[in-house]
C-alpha cells in the first residue's frame, strides 16, 4: 500500500504560479511511476504529466512549457510546478502512484484559476 497527501492547492489569478506538492509513505519502494491528473467540473480525469523510474516527463499539450513535474527522492514527495496559469487550468488536481502493488491516487487539491 501506499499513501499519499497532496498539498499546494488554491485560488490564482491567470498569469500566475502555484506549486502542488504529493507526499508519498508506505511501501514507497515498489513505486514504478508518479504523477498528476486533473479534473474540471464535469468532465472526464485527464493526465497532467507523469514520470517514470529513471525516465524523462511526459506532459499533456496543453500543459508543455507552462507546468514542471519533479521529484525529491530523499523526501518521497513529487511536485507539478506551475506557471502561467491560465482559468482553463482550474480543476481536482490529483497525485497518482503506480506500483508493482497497485495503482494510488491522493484525495485531490482544487486549484482555481481566476481571469
Known amino acids: 500500500q501506499v499513501q499519499l497527501v497532496e498539498s499546494g492547492g488554491g485560488l490564482v489569478q491567470a498569469g500566475g504560479s502555484l506549486r502542488l506538492s504529493c507526499v508519498a509513505s508506505g511501501n514507497i519502494v515498489s513505486i514504478i511511476a508518479t504523477g498528476w491528473y486533473r479534473q474540471a467540473p464535469g468532465k472526464q480525469r485527464e493526465l497532467v504529466a507523469t514520470?517514470?523510474?529513471?525516465?524523462?516527463?511526459n506532459y499533456a499539450g496543453s500543459v508543455k512549457g507552462r507546468f514542471t513535474i519533479s521529484r525529491d527522492n530523499v523526501k518521497n514527495t513529487v511536485f507539478l510546478q506551475m506557471n502561467s496559469l491560465i482559468p482553463e487550468d482550474t480543476a481536482v488536481y490529483y497525485c497518482n502512484v503506480a506500483s508493482y502493488t497497485g495503482n494510488y491516487w491522493g484525495q485531490g487539491t482544487q486549484v482555481t484559476v481566476s481571469s
Open positions: 514520470i517514470i523510474n529513471g525516465g524523462r516527463p
